[in-house]
């Protein structure tokens, strides 16, 4: 029943989020970059180069992973098992089309049109165009890797492999770990699968300079070239926000940061947009006494005592310092925020 209920948020997130996207781009912080390792190797197959599989043997790792982009009317058997014996002895191959996913030990459960939210788009695959959806999908509530780390949402192309059907898997498969969903139980965009020494990657194209795009498309690189992903080991406060001469705030807020951090400074937005039951709507910052960030669904708190359960849609915030000084934190950097907690 919690899973059904978190589903049900995310359904209505997503297509609000969607909205947004034009407007909302993420920046990867400097923290981030600095964790992120230079010469990985990729290759990509196509139904064009399906013969250089064979330099891909077990125990040799030419690249750090391949990128599977070959249609399923060409792939056969026995591509499959070069692939499967090269991912056992340590090798990642990341697919995109479900149409292949029974070669990879997962199985095809496309979203029907019916049943997500989103655009018709045409996207690059395999150096042509094919048919899909643009869509926004959210980190599975209960989702157990790291590859998931500083990323609540992605915008993905979900390419049609069947009339009004598009590219996801089950995700109640044994051994499939399920990453991001749309609206519907048992069914993921994208997920892995553990394999002897290797994984299997099963994801879509995405737009990394939009939502949590790039940090998951890095997170995904460094994962799959056998790196740990980058955690967020460094301040999000600079060491210098609070140096300098005290100078008087309107109002003092309290904030707890996604890496246990605490600060106290001045939120400047006059108001946040939140989504909750059907439709999104503008709350002043003089109306709320708390706002409480999560993944599955985030918790609005009002000073006449009214709380509400749904998605923040305000992306980031510029905090002011006790000092002056002013800092721009993401959605993702935020765990709660008190308002109006200091001394006037």
Request: charged share 25%.
């Amino acid at each position: 029943m919690k899973l059904r209920r978190a589903l049900l948020i995310i359904a209505c997130v997503v297509f609000c989020i969607f909205i947004l996207t034009e407007i909302s781009r993420a920046e990867l912080p400097e923290y981030i970059s600095e964790q992120l390792h230079k010469g990985i190797k990729y290759d990509v197959i196509t139904g064009k180069n399906l013969n250089t599989l064979e330099k891909y043997k077990p125990g040799t790792k030419p690249v750090h992973f391949l990128a599977v982009q070959v249609p399923p009317e060409l792939f056969k058997e026995e591509h499959a098992k070069i692939l499967l014996d090269w991912v056992n002895s340590g090798g990642v191959i990341w697919f995109y089309d479900s149409r292949l996913a029974s070669y990879f030990g997962m199985e095809s459960a496309p979203y029907e049109k019916k049943r997500i939210r989103g655009k018709d788009y045409e996207g690059g695959y395999a150096a042509k165009k094919v048919k899909g959806m643009n869509v926004v999908v959210a980190v599975h509530p209960f989702a157990e890797s790291d590859v998931v780390s500083g990323v609540q949402s992605i915008q993905v192309f979900l390419m049609e492999v069947d009339k009004d059907k598009y590219s996801a898997v089950s995700i109640k498969t044994p051994g499939v770990v399920g990453l991001f969903v749309a609206n519907e139980e048992n069914k993921c965009a994208v997920a892995l699968r553990k394999l002897g020494k290797g994984w299997i990657v099963f994801k879509p194209l995405l737009w990394p300079k939009v939502l949590g795009g790039e940090r998951f498309q890095v997170n995904l690189k460094e994962f799959s070239a056998g790196y740990p992903v980058p955690k967020s080991d460094k301040p999000l406060i600079p060491s210098d926000f609070y140096k300098g001469r005290p100078v008087k705030l309107k109002r003092y807020d309290s904030l707890k940061l996604a890496n246990g951090e605490q600060c106290v400074g001045m939120v400047k937005a006059k108001e946040f947009s939140f989504l909750g039951g059907q439709e999104s709507v503008e709350v002043g910052v003089d109306k709320i006494e708390l706002i409480e960030v999560s993944m599955t669904g985030d918790k609005l708190k009002l000073r006449d005592g009214n709380e509400y359960i749904g998605n923040l849609m305000t992306l980031s915030i510029e905090l002011k310092s006790t000092t002056g000084k002013k800092i721009k934190l993401s959605k993702e950097d935020i765990q709660s925020i008190h308002f109006d907690v200091g001394e006037k």
